[in-house]
């Protein structure tokens, strides 16, 4: 690979030591709703031989054979306790998923993660054999937001164990494991698969020990969390507590690396221009965010997300063209691109060789590829218009084909602000999201908490809220509503947050710090 290839297609080619990087945002998001990520956590955790792309035809095939049996009036197959009939009416009337108002016309088989066994034939982001791995993606949070890599392999498998059906889990989630195990006799085993050693890149210890901003650490801690609480509840119950965190961690950790990316670029570019080489904590406090905000509760979410990822697609572009650049003129960087010391190395290797890199026109070839790509930057096509549907389907509120299933998606984080197509998305927890993050919030705290704790816990991933209007806004209703708070006048604005749960109160076995 050279500079000039890199110009010719600047998002296809990347840089190796960028590529290889724990920062890297890979794989790049596209559209997946909150069943598209769980469905796709279950494959990437426990079949290893399902590919995304096999799930589409696998759900053709499976409602093509069940089709036939019900012509023919034939048996069902070895091991089915229920009847074609009957199956056809789980598949297509129990345990379907709705459509969204674009796909009211398509066939095809859609149905609820309850259980691993669905994900073999429904919860693909696109019913072509394309799909991103969007599973993957939960693999490297779990992994950034451990503090080395057993304790993220430990927690993996954590998850792992609970995903899995076993005994304690209800009659009905035993059942249709059992059930789809039977009509699929062709599926892979259910078995751990462990995170591989090549995707198992986690921040250096003096990162993740200083860094007071990180997405990823705070999901890897609720994620513990919602684990402790399946046992106190129906398995569909756990998993709508479980899709609820795993929207909000993705889109937080998706929009934290590209602020971080942009700060990445900001030094980079300074050392370039400037001839600028900060040191390593100088770079950690440079790079890595204090207290963002990337969302403010009750204000519209998704332009401030859209200028986030503008920002990130010109520091990819900048950071690439800077590595290929590196290259050309015979003085490649080979260090570490992942944490704050790697950073510092690159600034001071681009201020020792910075004459080269412009003699060789490095800037100017940054302004013709950001010309180049003025499209893609401004998110109207390519990866920029895909994370920004990534965040749209996994924070809001599905819209449904069918007007009576619009109250289906109970854990969203945004919703339409009126009933018009063009009303904005606003950031609004639904019920099922405010009881999984006030779960996740007192866990370990052994009794009711001021309300300011939910605060600082939705902070953790960028949210702002008002801890004064909680008590006003639709917040303060969603708790009141739920038995959640303990109106006190001598706790902050009058209101305690109460344990949804017994195991809110158990302390956490597994620590990430």
Not at 31 to 50: C, D, H, M, Q
Not at 173 to 183: D, K, V
Not at 314 to 327: M, P
């Amino acid at each position: 690979m050279s500079l000039m290839e890199f110009k010719q297609a600047p998002w296809r080619f990347s840089n190796s030591i960028y590529q290889k990087s724990a920062l890297a945002m890979s794989p790049a998001p596209e559209y997946a709703s909150s069943e598209v990520l769980l469905a796709s956590l279950y494959r990437t955790i426990g079949f290893e031989s399902a590919s995304e792309g096999s799930v589409p035809q696998a759900g053709r095939d499976l409602d093509r054979r069940i089709q036939k049996l019900r012509e023919k009036s034939q048996l069902p197959p070895s091991g089915a306790v229920i009847g074609v009939d009957t199956w056809h009416t789980v598949l297509h009337g129990i345990l379907e998923s709705p459509k969204l108002p674009n796909q009211s016309s398509k066939r095809f088989v859609q149905v609820t993660p309850l259980v691993p066994g669905a994900a073999i034939f429904s919860g693909s982001a696109r019913l072509s054999s394309n799909s991103w791995p969007a599973g993957s993606l939960i693999r490297r949070m779990v992994c950034l937001g451990s503090k080395d890599q057993e304790s993220a392999q430990t927690l993996w498998k954590h998850l792992f164990d609970s995903l899995s059906v076993n005994d304690k889990d209800d009659f009905f989630a035993r059942w249709l494991e059992q059930e789809t195990s039977a009509w699929n006799q062709s599926a892979g085993t259910w078995s751990l698969a462990r995170i591989p050693e090549e995707e198992a890149t986690t921040l250096t210890t003096s990162d993740f020990q200083e860094i007071h901003f990180l997405p990823a650490r705070r999901f890897a801690k609720d994620l513990q969390a919602i684990i402790q609480a399946k046992d106190s509840m129906t398995r569909r119950q756990w998993t709508s507590l479980l899709e609820a965190v795993l929207r909000l961690g993705a889109v937080s950790h998706v929009t934290w690396l590209c602020d971080v990316h942009a700060r990445i670029w900001s030094r980079l570019s300074a050392a370039l221009t400037e001839g600028a080489a900060p040191n390593e904590q100088e770079i950690r406090i440079a790079i890595f965010p204090e207290a963002p905000q990337y969302m403010a509760y009750g204000g519209k979410a998704l332009q401030g997300i859209k200028d986030k990822v503008s920002s990130y697609l010109n520091a990819r572009l900048g950071i690439n063209t800077l590595l290929w650049s590196l290259k050309q003129i015979g003085a490649p960087y080979e260090g570490d691109f992942s944490s704050s010391k790697g950073i510092a190395a690159l600034c001071q290797h681009i201020q020792n060789h910075r004459n080269a890199l412009l003699r060789a026109g490095t800037l100017e070839t940054i302004i013709d590829v950001r010309e180049q790509e003025a499209r893609a930057l401004l998110c109207r096509k390519g990866i920029g218009s895909n994370l920004l549907e990534f965040a749209r389907h996994a924070l809001g509120q599905r819209q449904t084909a069918v007007p009576l299933l619009r109250g289906y998606d109970q854990g969203y984080i945004l919703k339409k602000k009126g009933s018009s197509p063009s009303s904005p998305w606003i950031v609004s927890l639904g019920p099922v999201a405010v009881l999984a993050l006030v779960h996740c919030a007192l866990t370990g705290m052994g009794g009711p908490r001021s309300i300011h704790r939910l605060g600082l816990h939705l902070e953790a991933y960028g949210v702002t809220v008002d801890k004064h209007e909680i008590a006003r806004n639709d917040l303060g209703h969603q708790l009141r509503m739920l038995g959640l708070v303990l109106d006190s006048p001598d706790a902050e604005s009058g209101m305690l947050l109460l344990p949804p749960f017994h195991t809110s109160q158990v302390l956490q076995e597994y620590e990430h710090e």
